[in-house]
């Protein structure tokens, strides 16, 4: 039918994976220093949402033999999709993670558009907006760029510096790219892996830096054949039947100044210090429920889509995923930083994540049962998503309102209950927990033990 366009095989692998209990949604939460005006909100996702990225007023319907197609809503209307919650004057930062955690067990609408933003009002300490997106219009990395491209500058008095969008990421594509025609399978991801590394670009940032991911022959096969027998993880709490209800919490906004003084004093980077105090709280959060502390993988995923280059207006998925083990088992902090940057460093040089974005595309060609079992198998193999969002280095604002912080986390695959997030803004990192109930009901918890054991590494510090 004329103006419907396929979906692509790996966008459709996370339409089908969705199921009640495990929805495929990116939430965000952005908090502000005072109140948004919602007329001017509406404004920029007009002009900087809707108008630039036609999936924001496309709908997903059936094609030939069910195969989903995109085409474009006959009746949308933006209101529809930025509800405004009011929250009594007394609500805090308990009240706003339970109204999260709520909404996060409610599917998207699929008669519309995928997305939807609720702009919270009255709450202690500013507004709060939501924004729900499913994940089959795009990776995590890529709705981060186009929501912060949402924002603008702060200017030293505080107020926002122009109505463009900020340079969050270099925006520049070279000429060169826009010509590449896009070939259609995973050797697409390796070629533009290759070049991107090439020329120098930082291809991954959730949470491994640049490195060489892409290696030839046996080393491949090698990798490949290691996550195929990679053993499931043990059991534990973190682990087992999901549920529709789900919950969140996320830290106060963390100096990042203290996360680079331990590893400038210990010998690890940013990443490095941040996973091991993710480690460390699993453990301590292990311990307080007589779980054995065994290692436990982390599902960490890894952009595929150089960042030098702007998100295309199609936007689309363009990631793979690693298995990091994290070591559970160590007790002492310091010797559990340098095993966390040994597995990080081992990672950094592994093809994984190239080879599991082969897999996700293929498996957006299956049935939807058979992709279920895949990935359900998959998800045996790892106890929690792990990632780590950069965001702008200076303050934006947002509508005319300055952002305060902000936290983000990506679905977790494969009946994973549990996902960590780490977003870095302005000079601060936030930690953010994601969980089923069922398996982990007090997130709270974890965000204290992370806390906790970020203190216990700089008590080490000389």
Same mark, same amino acid.
């Given at each position: 039918?004329?103006?419907?366009?396929?979906?692509?095989?790996?966008? %459709?692998?996370?339409?089908?994976?969705?199921?009640?209990?495990?929805?495929?949604?990116?939430?965000?939460?952005?908090?502000?220093?005072?109140?948004?005006?919602?007329? !001017?909100?509406?404004?920029?996702? =007009?002009?900087?949402?809707?108008?630039?990225?036609?999936?924001?007023?496309?709908?997903?319907?059936?094609?030939?033999?069910?195969?989903?197609?995109?085409?474009?809503?006959?009746?949308?209307?933006?209101?529809?999709?930025?509800?405004?919650?009011?929250?009594? @004057?007394?609500?805090?930062? %308990?009240?706003?993670?339970?109204?999260?955690?709520?909404?996060?067990?409610?599917?998207?609408?699929?008669?519309?558009?995928?997305?939807?933003?609720?702009?919270?009002?009255?709450?202690?300490?500013?507004?709060?907006?939501?924004?729900?997106?499913?994940?089959?219009?795009?990776?995590?990395?890529?709705?981060?760029?186009?929501?912060?491209?949402? #924002?603008?500058?702060?200017?030293?008095?505080?107020?926002?510096?122009?109505? /463009? @969008?900020?340079?969050?990421?270099?925006?520049?594509?070279?000429?060169? @790219?826009? =010509?590449?025609?896009?070939?259609?399978?995973?050797? !697409?991801?390796?070629?533009?892996?290759?070049?991107?590394?090439?020329?120098?670009?930082?291809?991954? !940032?959730?949470?491994?830096?640049?490195?060489?991911?892409?290696?030839?022959?046996?080393?491949?096969?090698?990798?490949?054949?290691?996550?195929?027998?990679?053993?499931?993880?043990?059991?534990?709490?973190?682990?087992?039947?999901?549920?529709? =209800? +789900?919950?969140?919490?996320?830290?106060?906004?963390? %100096?990042?100044?203290?996360?680079? %003084?331990?590893?400038?004093?210990?010998?690890?980077?940013?990443?490095?210090?941040?996973?091991?105090?993710?480690?460390?709280?699993?453990?301590?959060?292990?311990? #307080?429920?007589?779980?054995?502390?065994?290692?436990?993988?982390?599902?960490?995923?890894?952009?595929?889509?150089?960042?030098?280059?702007?998100?295309?207006?199609?936007?689309?998925?363009?990631?793979?995923?690693?298995?990091?083990?994290?070591?559970?088992?160590?007790?002492?902090?310091? !010797?559990?930083?340098?095993?966390? @940057? +040994?597995?990080? /460093?081992?990672?950094?040089?592994?093809?994984?994540?190239?080879?599991?974005?082969?897999?996700?595309?293929?498996?957006?060609? #299956?049935?939807?049962?058979?992709?279920?079992?895949?990935?359900?198998?998959?998800? #045996?193999?790892?106890?929690?998503?792990?990632?780590?969002?950069?965001?702008?280095?200076?303050?934006?604002?947002?509508?005319?309102?300055?952002?305060?912080?902000?936290?983000?986390?990506?679905?977790?695959?494969?009946?994973?209950?549990l996902g960590v997030s780490l977003f870095s803004y302005a000079g601060q990192v936030t930690v953010g927990v994601a969980s089923d109930a069922s398996?982990?009901?007090?997130?709270?918890?974890?965000?204290?033990?992370?806390?906790?054991?970020?203190?216990?590494? /700089?008590?080490?510090?000389?």
């Amino acid at each position: 039918m004329a103006g419907r366009e396929r979906m692509a095989s790996m966008d %459709a692998a996370w339409l089908q994976m969705e199921e009640p209990a495990n929805l495929m949604m990116i939430t965000a939460v952005l908090w502000f220093d005072g109140a948004v005006d919602r007329e !001017r909100l509406l404004t920029v996702l =007009r002009e900087r949402l809707v108008e630039r990225y036609p999936r924001f007023r496309q709908r997903v319907v059936p094609g030939p033999l069910g195969a989903p197609h995109w085409e474009d809503a006959p009746d949308f209307h933006l209101e529809e999709h930025l509800s405004t919650l009011r929250v009594p @004057a007394s609500t805090g930062l %308990a009240g706003l993670e339970a109204l999260v955690g709520d909404w996060m067990g409610v599917p998207l609408e699929r008669s519309r558009p995928l997305w939807h933003f609720h702009l919270v009002q009255g709450a202690r300490r500013g507004d709060v907006l939501l924004a729900r997106l499913h994940h089959c219009m795009a990776d995590g990395i890529a709705l981060a760029r186009v929501l912060l491209s949402l #924002t603008d500058p702060v200017d030293a008095a505080g107020g926002p510096e122009s109505t /463009e @969008a900020p340079e969050v990421w270099s925006e520049g594509a070279p000429a060169e @790219a826009a =010509r590449q025609p896009q070939a259609p399978n995973w050797m !697409r991801l390796a070629r533009g892996a290759r070049a991107a590394l090439r020329k120098g670009a930082e291809l991954v !940032r959730e949470p491994i830096l640049a490195g060489d991911l892409v290696r030839e022959g046996a080393k491949g096969a090698a990798a490949l054949g290691k996550l195929l027998v990679l053993p499931p993880d043990p059991r534990s709490p973190l682990r087992g039947p999901l549920g529709t =209800r +789900k919950r969140a919490a996320w830290s106060e906004p963390i %100096a990042l100044e203290r996360v680079k %003084a331990v590893g400038r004093a210990l010998g690890g980077t940013v990443n490095d210090v941040l996973l091991t105090a993710v480690t460390g709280a699993l453990r301590r959060y292990l311990a #307080t429920r007589d779980a054995p502390l065994e290692d436990v993988h982390a599902l960490v995923p890894v952009n595929l889509r150089p960042l030098d280059a702007p998100v295309p207006r199609e936007l689309g998925n363009r990631f793979g995923v690693v298995f990091l083990r994290l070591p559970v088992h160590l007790a002492e902090p310091r !010797r559990r930083l340098r095993e966390v @940057a +040994k597995r990080m /460093e081992h990672l950094k040089r592994s093809p994984e994540a190239v080879l599991t974005s082969g897999m996700l595309e293929l498996l957006g060609h #299956t049935p939807a049962a058979l992709e279920r079992a895949v990935v359900d198998v998959m998800g #045996t193999k790892a106890s929690l998503v792990a990632t780590n969002v950069p965001g702008p280095r200076q303050p934006v604002a947002l509508a005319g309102t300055r952002l305060e912080g902000l936290t983000f986390w990506v679905p977790q695959a494969g009946h994973v209950g549990l996902g960590v997030s780490l977003f870095s803004y302005a000079g601060q990192v936030t930690v953010g927990v994601a969980s089923d109930a069922s398996r982990v009901p007090d997130p709270g918890a974890l965000v204290s033990a992370f806390q906790e054991e970020l203190a216990a590494l /700089e008590t080490t510090v000389p």
